[in-house]
């Protein structure tokens, strides 16, 4: 699978394991960056991608295993450690300060503790090539970036890169925020970097860009190296087949089709939709008693779209309206949404879900409170019912209101959050990522929950990066991909490879998909282009 | 048993996986409880004169005062913020009280313009500190300059006047009420002490006003409404405050605008010392009172051993300071990472 670089690596990993506590990122990863080359880096969520960028950005120093320069062992113990090696990142996250100007933004952290007074002539002159050549105007440069575009901003922190010396360039989905005409500038610019000698490490989810760029790629998938492929076995079904490895879309497909359901019956309909400004629009029907699944690769619109549904984030264009007995009421907000009978289950648990001082009965309570009481005094002994009940259902342990909820596990504090919004009774429940970082035990008692819900009447819509989970428990599948959604898969359609390919802006044909099915897998899956 | 902040009973805990550092949370809640305790006994020991009705009602009518100008800034730590114009508020209803009693005022009017212009100050500090995301730090401590110098100009610095004489009943400490020999203030503050843990306890707003504090962002999202948690708990202070204001006028001594300035540092002493967290989510005006009590028999304690008003001052601060290393390092700081 591996080819040989032909000259020694600028940048090597040799047997880099990474652990966060208990939890493994990245295991036995084997990356070598040629002199020269652009080197595409792709994987799933949760493959280790990032956590290959950060260790090369010196973010992050690996628990095992040696990161080479030039052949040489290096410690990266700092960002400014891996600039002395020449190692420049640039982030999806358009990082830049709005406090001071774009020229100081670019050259941010050159300087010593005494600030220079004015930024020479030469800075300057330096700074005004790089993003002509990027085709923006150098005004960029004077003022201050508050008022810039998304586009605008990201040239600044690749200005920022291009201009110190470096001999690796890590784009960590740089190109995202970029528009069509200067993601083409920019991979003329390093075009002609890449003949001088310098490399790229190219992180990007969109296949069409990796075609036109790589000269190799490595594929990562759940924190190991599948391998690294030439350009010419660098096609997207390659990649995709890679990066899938297995699959178990057989077993799925059964159940998902199966359930189908009546198209004709929606509670909840995103119509016109665009989820941030400039988004392509795109209708959605969530059909009632079924479980929608939300997927799509991190960043990609898929927590957007959750949020515009529950009411907690404005649309960019366009309506939410959700049946209400038989009239469509618009979504306005998530107050407006919840007496509509939407509840939203939040996705960052300890950012968004949970009163960390408080006790696992007030946690799970808050949202309901109102109903156990009179004229602002609630009954304790009927809240308590309550609380034990959604407790019994989803199996909290301990089953014990009192108990202060920091010292629950991650998987019982987020059945009590799911508790919080079940008890509200909801028509339609909006989870947003509940299964994220939960063990495999919690996860069952989820799925079957799920199940028992949509028995009784609830429609269920619930956001998954993990493409099995998506799977293993929803009727349909909706995938975002560039802010919006991509591709709505359901019945026969509804395969891992379909939702990989969905997730990277491809459509798995129809006939392929079915052969599939039956025959067992790591062989090519061909992919439409 | 109910779902209070307080932690839960320990029977249920012993079938449980263990809980992170619940039994220190415990046992420092019975120590806060019993210092005050402590403190009498200590107190009786070194300055005889105190074991007495007078000596124990003078006591508690200090502890009045304080209590109430406390109630404030409890429930501000407790969403997470601070009040620091509840000086200012206590000056104001002083001022008012005694130049428009002397200018021949009926006294409930008096009282309905306090009352007005409190809610009027409670309200700015909470519709400042959550519309344009300003710290709470900095909203009331403009809230305060701008109400003592409104009162200077309004009353052309000349802030002497006259006081009822049922307010130099209230708060002296052979005064009874209805035949209990009780002085009104005293009366007044175990009045607000249970409502306000009624409120803490029992209410929806109550619970509200703990998950403000304890995460703003998941509140948000379970539908509590932070601006009016923060106009209702800065106005209720700023009563509170006044009422303490109103009582203070009842010292011999004459107003002044700057009455209540000591009562920034004692209020947030009580609260300290009572062991409300200052990240806010956690504490009880209980704890508060507890808090009061033990801060009054000091600052009595130091004053029967004849250390001057200057001595007491660094003690209060060795003191305070010692309080916030025994348990300042929040328990939550470590839960919440």
């Known amino acids: 699978m591996s080819t040989p670089p032909l000259e020694p690596a600028v940048v090597e990993l040799a047997g880099i394991t990474h652990r966060y506590g208990p939890t493994v990122a990245l295991s036995d990863c084997r990356l070598s960056i040629a002199p020269g080359e652009v080197h595409g880096l792709v994987g799933e969520n949760g493959s280790g991608k990032s956590t290959v960028v950060k260790l090369l950005s010196g973010i992050m120093r690996p628990t095992e295993g040696e990161v080479r320069v030039g052949g040489k062992a290096v410690d990266l113990r700092s960002p400014a450690a891996a600039q002395r090696h020449e190692i420049v990142t640039v982030f999806q996250e358009t990082l830049v300060s709005d406090e001071c100007s774009g020229l100081d933004n670019v050259f941010a952290g050159t300087d010593g503790i005494f600030r220079r007074a004015r930024s020479g002539r030469a800075e300057r002159e330096a700074a005004e090539r790089v993003v002509a050549s990027l085709g923006a105007s150098p005004a960029i440069l004077q003022s201050s970036p508050h008022h810039l575009s998304l586009a605008e901003r990201q040239v600044l922190t690749l200005t920022r890169a291009l201009v110190r010396p470096w001999k690796l360039l890590i784009l960590d989905e740089a190109t995202s925020a970029l528009d069509l005409s200067t993601r083409d500038r920019l991979f003329a610019v390093l075009a002609d970097h890449r003949r001088e000698g310098r490399s790229v490490l190219f992180v990007s989810h969109r296949m069409d860009e990796l075609e036109i760029l790589i000269d190799r790629a490595t594929v990562q998938r759940s924190g190991r190296t599948v391998g690294t492929v030439g350009k010419d076995e660098a096609t997207p079904a390659r990649l995709l087949s890679m990066m899938s490895g297995r699959s178990d879309a057989g077993e799925h497909h059964v159940r998902a089709g199966a359930r189908s359901r009546q198209a004709a019956d929606v509670v909840l309909r995103g119509v016109d939709l665009s989820l941030v400004a400039q988004a392509p629009a795109f209708d959605l029907d969530v059909r009632r008693g079924e479980i929608l699944g939300i997927g799509g690769l991190d960043g990609q619109g898929g927590s957007h779209l959750v949020e515009v549904l529950a009411g907690v984030r404005p649309t960019a264009s366009g309506r939410v309206e959700v049946d209400r007995d038989g009239s469509w009421t618009r979504v306005t907000g998530y107050r407006q949404a919840f007496r509509s009978g939407i509840a939203y289950v939040p996705g960052k648990r300890q950012e968004e879900g949970l009163f960390p001082s408080m006790t696992v009965g007030d946690n799970l309570s808050m949202a309901t409170l109102p109903r156990h009481a009179r004229a602002g005094l609630f009954r304790s002994s009927s809240v308590l019912t309550r609380v034990r009940e959604e407790m019994t259902r989803l199996g909290v342990v301990p089953h014990d209101p009192s108990y202060p909820i920091t010292g629950l596990s991650g998987g019982n504090a987020q059945k009590v959050l799911v508790g919080r919004w079940l008890a509200a009774e909801p028509d339609v429940l909006i989870l947003n990522d509940p299964l994220r970082g939960v063990d495999l035990g919690t996860k069952r008692d989820f799925y079957a929950l799920l199940r028992e819900l949509t028995e009784a009447g609830t429609t269920v819509v619930m956001l ?22 991509f591709d709505v898969l359901e019945g026969e359609d509804l395969t891992y490879d379909a939702v990989l390919a969905a997730m990277f802006g491809r459509h798995v044909s129809d006939e392929q998909s079915s052969d599939e099915q039956s025959s067992d897998h790591d062989t090519h899956r061909k992919v439409t282009l | 048993m109910s779902t209070t902040i307080t932690h839960g009973d320990p029977s249920l805990a012993a079938a449980s996986p263990p809980p992170p550092k619940r039994r220190t949370a415990r046992a420092s809640s019975v120590l806060v409880y019993l210092s005050p305790v402590a403190m009498f006994v200590v107190l009786t020991l070194t300055t005889p004169g105190v074991l007495s009705t007078t000596g124990v009602m003078s006591l508690l009518v200090l502890a009045s005062v304080l209590g109430l100008a406390a109630v404030g800034q409890t429930w501000a730590v407790m969403i997470g913020g601070i009040d620091l114009s509840i000086p200012a508020t206590i000056g104001m209803a002083n001022v008012l009280v005694t130049t428009l009693y002397a200018e021949g005022w009926g006294f409930p009017r008096i009282v309905l313009l306090v009352v007005v212009v409190s809610l009027a100050i409670g309200t700015a500090n909470g519709l400042l500190s959550s519309l344009f995301g300003l710290h709470p730090l900095v909203v009331t ?197």
């Open chain 1, 464 to 485: 998954s990066t993990e493409i099995e989970e998506l799977l293993t428990c929803c009727d349909r599948v909706a995938v975002c991909q560039a802010e919006r959604v």
């Open chain 2, 141 to 337: 401590l403009g809230m305060a300059s701008l109400v003592t110098g409104s009162v200077l100009v309004a009353t052309d610095g000349n802030t002497g006047g006259d006081v009822p004489g049922f307010i130099t009943d209230a708060v002296s400490p052979v005064g009874s009420v209805w035949g209990i020999g009780v002085p009104a203030a005293v009366i007044l503050w175990l009045a607000t002490l249970a409502v306000v843990l009624l409120v803490e306890r029992r209410t929806v707003f109550g619970r509200r006003l703990y998950a403000l504090g304890s995460n703003e962002r998941a509140a948000r999202l379970a539908l509590v409404r932070p601006v009016v948690v923060r106009v209702v708990v800065y106005s209720v202070g700023a009563l509170c405050a006044s009422a303490a204001g109103v009582l203070l006028a009842g010292f011999s001594g004459g107003a002044s605008v700057s009455i209540g300035d000591p009562y920034l540092f004692s209020t947030i002493t009580a609260v300290v010392v009572g062991g409300t967290s200052l990240l806010g989510g956690a504490g009880t005006y209980a704890r508060t009172v507890a808090g009061v009590l033990v801060t009054t028999m000091f600052t009595t304690l130091l004053v029967g051993l004849e250390i001057g008003p200057n001595m007491q001052q660094v003690m209060l601060g060795v003191a305070i300071l010692l309080l916030i290393t025994v348990y300042g390092r929040d328990r939550h700081v470590a839960q919440r990472l």
